[in-house]
């Protein structure tokens, strides 16, 4: 038997596993951050609900992941502060990021995420650090889809140029 055979949860982890691991531990630290000042600012009940999802699947991300790391002996990236609670109407218009424009940050988040995620499961050795970035991708999948449905509904989505014309 070799040192990466029998249970995966008993193998080392390399130093890409580690890095994806530390990267998106950091990133959503970010955008848990950045996701609450959305929250602020959007005045769309749905777009709100959107974003608070991505608030606690990045949460319940980094809580998986921050165990795996600890277990390690790796230290934690640094995290922001949370974000004070504030009412839309208290920020000024012209300080205000509109809801489109919100729910295109998301969207290009997530997109970003799926690409992360596949890349972290492409450079796995440890099965079970593969199979849970592939739940994580799962997750941002499902977001997405309701990111998209969300801009087509609201008339938010800008489409690149169309192809209509089809030749004979």
């Not at 995966?8 to 990267?23: A, R």
């Not at 996701?35 to 749905?46: A, I």
């Not at 790796?74 to 609670?85: C, V």
């Not at 839309?88 to 997530?110: K, Q, Y």
Request: charged share 20%.
């Amino acid at each position: 038997m070799g040192i990466l055979s029998g249970n995966p949860k008993d193998e080392p982890l390399h130093y890409g596993e580690v890095f994806s691991i530390w990267t998106n531990i950091a990133t959503n630290n970010g955008l848990i951050a950045a996701y609450q000042t959305f929250v602020n600012h959007t005045g769309d009940e749905d777009l709100a609900k959107i974003i608070n999802e991505s608030i606690e699947c990045m949460q319940d991300e980094n809580k998986q992941l921050e165990v795996i790391l600890k277990i390690n002996g790796i230290g934690l990236p640094p995290a922001p502060p949370e974000r004070p609670e504030a009412r839309l109407e208290e920020i000024p218009v012209g300080a205000r990021f509109n809801d489109p424009e919100i729910s295109a940050a998301l969207s290009m988040n997530s997109s970003a995420g799926l690409v992360a995620c596949s890349q972290a499961m492409a450079m796995c050795i440890r099965e079970d650090i593969a199979l849970m970035f592939g739940q994580f991708q799962l997750k941002k999948v499902q977001i997405g889809a309701k990111l998209l449905r969300l801009n087509k509904n609201k008339g938010w989505l800008v489409p690149p140029p169309l192809h209509v014309k089809i030749p004979n």
